[in-house]
């Protein structure tokens, strides 16, 4: 790889991508101008907003007591409400009626009135309150409701059958309403704790009593400190959301918009290397991503601070937001951090964007990214998310954390947890990178025709044109296909089986009906040899079926320590482990031939299926076989549905996945898949008794202290050792390469030899 090729394709495209205006707009204008605007915009809406008052219709007046007074002039008691409360209120006092009116009907028609937009909520007093009040107050002093009852854990009097109980009829709908209760809802508060002191006069005892203590509250925090940990929540967010727009457009405009203008082909046939174009492009782009990302942070820190400083002037004399810039030191964290974030976003929208015909087509590309990188950048933000081991092996949300942690000053925390998030965010950048030179490698990819959907020609197309094998769209639909039914599934069956037939039937019906059926459909509809698409031809050494079943039992004290580093790492919740212990106990009862055939032998069958079958055999025409092999092992985890299972089977699928691959066929992987989850359900089988029948198990199996079984690691690393054996035997195995692999391992091939004599 020639450097001085790198950086003339980079000042090209760097220099094209600064003639361009609308190019400089996005990056450097608009980031300096949205935030003051939307600063005052904010100040313009503030002219419109005003608070209004909220009628309230006060039915059984004539019941309420004279002391402490509730009501004064038609208007709530001066005493309980300032000047500014009461403008916001509104009464109409109802005159007595004859009958008073019960609770139900006060109910109905409050719920006319209000829904009529006569009022916004009803406040009802029953005819008998003042005389229960005065009943209350009578009691002895050793009753539990002398000085006023206690309030419960929310606040609010506990009610009771001796205590009058005023109520607030309002809608929850309207937000009119919804304003008005909370309003009430204070001031009666308040006239209820003048109730209370009148109580505790009468009684000859002191105000204290009701309240034996106040909670004081002292912040020891630096203001420094709270100025860092409010920018810590927003800055890394904002840094990866720009990061991410700021890479996204100009990749389109190199790529798509390179294709529209024609100059993407006089770049090709120089004598550059695909790799420096990419790399040239690459940080071209993550050139713009990093001062869009800058300058909107500058811009919004800069007009945030003014506008809370002119704020904090013009408001009221106690109006102190205390929100100052943010500590310049630990902002340094978010320039150092954004080197690797706009290289993994410049990559990305690279990729795409290679695959984007025109400009137009590639806009609509930047939604899936979003899509997947949002929810990422969404959970740092949560406030149970915390820098630990676990988010620190999840891309995007640990580097976010340990900004958060950089930023707040906890450099200790930090400095934990770096080398994870450094190493996962590496790796996430060189895949991001292969990717995108891979997608300048395919000439398919770059030179693809623009196509218009006809529903009848594309549905004649596939059932004419049929290959012999399905293609990697078709793949990917089958995997999406089967995660949705099988999302829907679990919706509409709700609670787990009660009974082992209920749950023989479900199993089966999800394993065969949502799982192989619409592989073997698609199969059979789509190419034109079903057989050879699902791999159920014999394997091509007949060695390799007792090997992948060894293989199978051999790693499976691995997979078992990597589960319990799953659950370590992300432990399961109490209330999933709660609702699964009756299925557990029902398995454990249930004959061991019956669980290895619904639980065992039908998943292997029909998720191998699916998973190593269709999806597997189209994934290959991408080119690379480990990329298939991972994503095909990728959709077999997310059918397991629990994030800490589906982890593990990712792993067990990737390596089902390489011994269909140099297999050929679908039988080992059949077996292994087996072998896999019939030794978990004997596992779950061993109890002390058995251990005390079959001695020699103590050197295999060992039992916690809550008795459940589990691999000894003296176990552990000899079946490890004995299993990297027999896959060193099968990695020695030829296997037939698919078209598109040859072609992409040519391609490799001469980048390298290209690589090499530039070298």
Same mark, same amino acid.
């Given at each position: 790889?020639?450097?001085?090729?790198?950086?003339?394709?980079?000042?090209?495209?760097?220099?094209?991508?600064?003639?361009?205006?609308?190019?400089?707009?996005?990056?450097?204008?608009?980031?300096?101008?949205?935030?003051?605007?939307?600063?005052?915009?904010?100040?313009?809406?503030?002219?419109?907003?005003?608070?209004?008052?909220?009628?309230?219709?006060?039915?059984?007046?004539?019941?309420?007591?004279?002391?402490?007074?509730?009501?004064?002039?038609?208007?709530?008691?001066?005493?309980?409400?300032?000047?500014?409360?009461?403008?916001?209120?509104?009464?109409?006092?109802?005159?007595?009626?004859?009958?008073?009116?019960?609770?139900?009907?006060?109910?109905?028609?409050?719920?006319?009135?209000?829904?009529?937009?006569?009022?916004?909520?009803?406040?009802?007093?029953?005819?008998?309150?003042?005389?229960?009040?005065?009943?209350?107050?009578?009691?002895?002093?050793?009753?539990?409701?002398?000085?006023?009852?206690?309030?419960?854990?929310?606040?609010?009097?506990?009610?009771?059958?001796?205590?009058?109980?005023?109520?607030?009829?309002?809608?929850?709908?309207?937000?009119?309403?919804?304003?008005?209760?909370?309003?009430?809802?204070?001031?009666?508060?308040?006239?209820?704790?003048?109730?209370?002191?009148?109580?505790?006069?009468?009684?000859?005892?002191?105000?204290?009593?009701?309240?034996?203590?106040?909670?004081?509250?002292?912040?020891?925090?630096?203001?420094?400190?709270?100025?860092?940990?409010?920018?810590?929540?927003?800055?890394?967010?904002?840094?990866?959301?720009?990061?991410?727009?700021?890479?996204?457009?100009?990749?389109?405009?190199?790529?798509?918009?390179?294709?529209?203008?024609?100059?993407?082909?006089?770049?090709?046939?120089?004598?550059?290397?695909?790799?420096?174009?990419?790399?040239?492009?690459?940080?071209?782009?993550?050139?713009?991503?990093?001062?869009?990302?800058?300058?909107?942070?500058?811009?919004?820190?800069?007009?945030?601070?003014?506008?809370?400083?002119?704020?904090?002037?013009?408001?009221?004399?106690?109006?102190?937001?205390?929100?100052?810039?943010?500590?310049?030191?630990?902002?340094?964290?978010?320039?150092?951090?954004?080197?690797?974030?706009?290289?993994?976003?410049?990559?990305?929208?690279?990729?795409?964007?290679?695959?984007?015909?025109?400009?137009?087509?590639?806009?609509?590309?930047?939604?899936?990214?979003?899509?997947?990188?949002?929810?990422?950048?969404? *959970?740092?933000?949560? %406030? $149970?998310?915390?820098?630990?081991?676990?988010?620190?092996?999840? +891309? @995007?949300?640990? =580097? /976010? !954390?340990?900004?958060?942690?950089?930023?707040?000053?906890?450099?200790?925390?930090?400095?934990?947890?770096?080398?994870?998030?450094?190493?996962?965010?590496?790796?996430?950048?060189?895949?991001?990178?292969?990717?995108?030179?891979?997608?300048?490698?395919?000439?398919?990819?770059?030179?693809?025709?623009?196509?218009?959907?006809?529903?009848?020609?594309?549905?004649?197309?596939?059932?004419?044109?049929?290959?012999?094998?399905?293609?990697?769209?078709?793949?990917?639909?089958?995997?999406?296909?089967?995660?949705?039914?099988?999302?829907?599934?679990?919706?509409?069956?709700?609670?787990?089986?009660?009974?082992?037939?209920?749950?023989?039937?479900?199993?089966?019906?999800?394993?065969?009906? *949502?799982?192989?059926? %619409? $592989?073997?459909?698609?199969?059979?509809?789509?190419?034109?040899? +079903? @057989?050879?698409? =699902? /791999? !159920?031809?014999?394997?091509?050494?007949?060695?390799?079926?007792?090997?992948?079943?060894?293989?199978?039992?051999?790693?499976?004290?691995?997979?078992?320590?990597?589960?319990?580093?799953?659950?370590?790492?992300?432990?399961?919740?109490?209330?999933?482990?709660?609702?699964?212990?009756?299925?557990?106990?029902?398995?454990?009862?249930?004959?061991?031939?019956?669980?290895?055939?619904?639980?065992?032998?039908?998943?292997?069958?029909?998720?191998?299926?699916?998973?190593?079958?269709?999806?597997?055999?189209?994934?290959?025409?991408?080119?690379?076989?480990?990329?298939?092999?991972?994503?095909?092992?990728?959709?077999?985890?997310?059918?397991?549905?629990?994030?800490?299972?589906?982890?593990?089977?990712?792993?067990?699928?990737?390596?089902?996945?390489?011994?269909?691959?140099?297999?050929?066929? @679908?039988?080992?992987?059949? !077996?292994?898949?087996?072998?896999?989850?019939?030794?978990?359900?004997?596992?779950?089988?061993?109890?002390?008794?058995?251990?005390?029948?079959?001695?020699?198990?103590?050197?295999?199996?060992?039992?916690?202290?809550?008795?459940?079984?589990?691999?000894?690691?003296?176990?552990?690393?000899?079946?490890?050792?004995?299993?990297?054996?027999?896959?060193?035997?099968?990695?020695?195995?030829?296997?037939?390469?698919?078209?598109?692999?040859?072609?992409?391992?040519?391609?490799?091939?001469?980048?390298?030899?290209?690589?090499?004599?530039?070298?």
């Amino acid at each position: 790889m020639t450097w001085t090729n790198i950086k003339l394709i980079y000042l090209r495209e760097l220099r094209d991508q600064a003639r361009d205006r609308r190019t400089l707009f996005m990056i450097v204008v608009l980031p300096l101008l949205l935030y003051p605007l939307m600063g005052m915009s904010v100040f313009q809406v503030q002219q419109f907003l005003k608070e209004h008052a909220s009628k309230v219709r006060i039915v059984g007046a004539s019941a309420l007591p004279d002391e402490p007074a509730l009501l004064t002039d038609g208007q709530f008691a001066e005493s309980l409400v300032t000047v500014d409360e009461q403008r916001l209120l509104a009464l109409l006092i109802e005159k007595p009626q004859v009958p008073p009116p019960t609770r139900d009907q006060a109910r109905a028609a409050a719920e006319r009135a209000v829904r009529a937009g006569e009022c916004d909520a009803v406040v009802f007093f029953p005819a008998d309150f003042a005389e229960r009040l005065a009943q209350f107050r009578r009691q002895s002093p050793g009753d539990s409701a002398t000085s006023g009852a206690a309030p419960d854990e929310g606040g609010e009097v506990a009610h009771d059958a001796g205590v009058p109980q005023p109520e607030i009829f309002y809608d929850a709908a309207s937000d009119k309403s919804q304003v008005a209760h909370e309003r009430l809802k204070a001031i009666l508060r308040t006239w209820r704790e003048s109730i209370v002191k009148a109580n505790l006069e009468q009684r000859k005892l002191p105000a204290a009593t009701a309240r034996p203590f106040e909670v004081a509250s002292q912040d020891i925090a630096e203001p420094v400190r709270r100025r860092a940990a409010l920018w810590s929540k927003i800055l890394p967010f904002v840094l990866m959301v720009w990061a991410l727009t700021g890479a996204f457009y100009p990749a389109v405009d190199l790529c798509a918009g390179e294709k529209e203008r024609g100059t993407l082909e006089t770049l090709l046939s120089s004598p550059a290397q695909r790799g420096e174009i990419v790399w040239g492009k690459l940080l071209t782009v993550m050139t713009f991503s990093m001062a869009t990302s800058l300058l909107n942070l500058a811009s919004m820190c800069g007009t945030g601070v003014f506008i809370i400083t002119q704020l904090e002037r013009l408001g009221p004399g106690n109006l102190r937001m205390d929100l100052g810039p943010p500590p310049l030191v630990p902002m340094l964290w978010l320039v150092v951090a954004l080197v690797p974030v706009s290289a993994l976003f410049s990559a990305l929208s690279l990729a795409v964007a290679a695959f984007a015909k025109s400009s137009k087509e590639g806009q609509y590309y930047l939604m899936p990214l979003l899509m997947i990188s949002l929810p990422l950048m969404m *959970l740092p933000m949560l %406030p $149970a998310a915390q820098l630990d081991l676990g988010f620190a092996l999840i +891309p @995007l949300s640990g =580097l /976010m !954390l340990l900004l958060r942690s950089l930023i707040e000053g906890q450099y200790l925390e930090a400095l934990r947890f770096a080398v994870p998030v450094v190493g996962v965010t590496a790796i996430c950048c060189l895949l991001a990178i292969r990717w995108a030179i891979d997608q300048f490698n395919n000439e398919s990819v770059l030179f693809r025709e623009s196509e218009r959907l006809d529903l009848g020609l594309w549905f004649k197309h596939l059932v004419r044109d049929r290959q012999d094998l399905p293609t990697a769209g078709e793949a990917i639909l089958c995997g999406v296909l089967i995660l949705v039914l099988r999302f829907f599934a679990s919706l509409v069956a709700g609670k787990l089986p009660e009974s082992w037939p209920q749950f023989v039937a479900s199993n089966l019906t999800l394993q065969i009906a *949502l799982v192989a059926a %619409p $592989a073997c459909l698609m199969a059979i509809m789509l190419t034109k040899k +079903p @057989l050879a698409t =699902l /791999m !159920l031809g014999r394997p091509s050494f007949s060695a390799t079926l007792p090997a992948a079943g060894l293989l199978a039992l051999f790693l499976h004290p691995a997979a078992l320590w990597l589960s319990g580093l799953i659950r370590h790492l992300y432990p399961l919740n109490p209330a999933v482990l709660e609702q699964l212990k009756p299925l557990e106990k029902m398995v454990s009862e249930t004959p061991l031939w019956q669980v290895l055939l619904v639980m065992a032998l039908a998943p292997a069958i029909c998720e191998e299926l699916a998973f190593r079958g269709f999806i597997l055999s189209g994934l290959r025409r991408i080119g690379h076989k480990w990329g298939a092999i991972a994503l095909a092992a990728l959709f077999f985890g997310m059918a397991h549905g629990i994030l800490q299972q589906s982890l593990s089977a990712w792993v067990v699928g990737i390596v089902i996945g390489y011994i269909a691959v140099k297999t050929g066929s @679908l039988w080992p992987g059949v !077996l292994y898949h087996f072998v896999h989850n019939g030794l978990g359900m004997l596992l779950g089988r061993v109890t002390p008794e058995t251990v005390d029948t079959l001695p020699w198990l103590r050197h295999i199996i060992r039992l916690g202290a809550d008795g459940e079984p589990s691999y000894t690691p003296a176990a552990t690393i000899v079946a490890a050792l004995l299993a990297a054996g027999v896959l060193l035997w099968i990695k020695s195995l030829p296997y037939q390469r698919s078209a598109e692999e040859r072609l992409q391992e040519a391609l490799d091939h001469q980048s390298e030899s290209a690589i090499r004599t530039a070298g």
